[in-house]
């Protein structure tokens, strides 16, 4: 009933239009997105089609003997159309496990989409991975704030945001990604001592391909960039890829004011407003300052599963 079959760049347009038509897919699964790094990942994604029909993508990257889905994506895991079934999804991690077995693969470290991402539910594959004897080998923490719920800004917060919005900060959507990219990477380096994921040349790739959905968001005062916020808007979710603020910015809440109006304004029709992980070391340690400035703004947790699949 199911076959899969390696994919070839030559599926690209079967494979962005199962992402399209998926309930738990997004832009990052999309292949102009996923294959801008792909000179760093040997890939090995799958298509899974039924009775000749696409309903599902699997992304994978291969190393070491090990298949991640994916290794250059936050989350991945099995992308299915509204087609699937409980059922079908059992057979078809069977036929997945024989696959990567034959090809001599030892084990599958599969990245789970997060429930907040998926249109339409599509844990199905979670219950595969029980079956299947798979066990959760990491967790990280994300803030979420429910923007169809009832949420709060704390009073700290609050009175933040209201001194800056009688300041001259002008907030703008920026086109300067060069200036944006140099604010991360400073504060990333001073505060971290690391760089940002994606190199200034990424970024402008990426927003290049998905301008209406990679939009920077800009606090400045004059020529001054205070801060940022580069954001993804996968429709029903919008995430925040990066955040940063310059010493003066934090001086005068620019990036308080910032969120304040994406979260209240710009995107306050969608369902989720995503902030992103706040834990270290494969979900060991918990950046405690980093999740309350989150929390402050209303944001709860949603965990990232990591499962192993030992094959």
Known sequence: MFTLKTYDPADAALWDSVVEQSRNGNLLHRRDYMDYHADRFIDRSLMVERNGEAVAVFPASLKDGV?????????????????????????????????????????????????????????????????????????????????????????????????????????????????????????????????????????????????????LHEARDGDALLAGTLVYDFGRVVHTQYLAASEAGRECNALNLLLAELIERTYADRHYFSFGVSTEREGQVLNGGLITQKEYFGARAVVHDFYEWVL
Do not use: C
């Not at 917060?157 to 800056?164: D, I, P, S, T, Y």
């Open 67 to 215: 298949v991640t889905s994916h290794g250059g994506l936050t989350y991945a895991g099995l992308i299915t159309t509204r087609a699937m079934r409980a059922e079908w999804t059992l057979e078809v991690f069977e036929r997945i496990g024989e696959h990567y077995r034959a090809l001599g693969m030892k084990r599958i470290v599969y990245k789970a989409v997060p429930h907040v991402f998926h249109a339409y539910p599509a844990d199905e594959d979670l219950y595969a991975l029980h079956r299947l004897g798979a066990r959760l080998k990491r967790r990280d923490v994300s803030s979420v704030i429910a923007l169809r719920e009832p949420f709060a800004f704390t009073d700290g917060r609050r009175r933040a945001v209201n001194k800056a919005r009688k300041s001259t900060v002008r907030l703008q959507v920026g086109a300067d990604l060069a200036g944006f990219h140099a604010l991360v990477t400073d504060v990333l380096h001073s505060r971290h001592d690391v760089a940002p994921t994606h190199s200034l040349a990424e970024l402008r790739l990426l927003q290049g391909r998905f301008p209406q959905q990679i939009v």
